[in-house]
């Protein structure tokens, strides 16, 4: 997540609202602590809300899975399966 790099962690609510915006982003507050809000993209990808590709082949094999969802691994590269 873009936010991470500068030290605050990507906010967890779809829905968080915009307290800021600067160069960087859109930021949000949740419990109190400033977060990045991650951008929504109409690709249909939930790996592309954080920052990462889908997997271009749908039934590849899954190495992970975790709170996104499963991934998978394409040129050497992490993807959302």
Known sequence: ??????GFLCCKESKTKV???DIN???????GRWCGIIEELDDGCWASKIGYPCCKKK?????KVNSYGS??????NWCGM
């Open 19 to 21: 307290k800021l915006e």
């Open 59 to 63: 039934n590849g094999k899954i190495y």
């Open 25 to 31: 982003g859109k930021w949000g507050k949740e419990k």
């Open 1 to 6: 997540c873009w936010s991470e790099e500068l």
């Open 71 to 76: 991934w998978g691994i394409e040129k050497s």
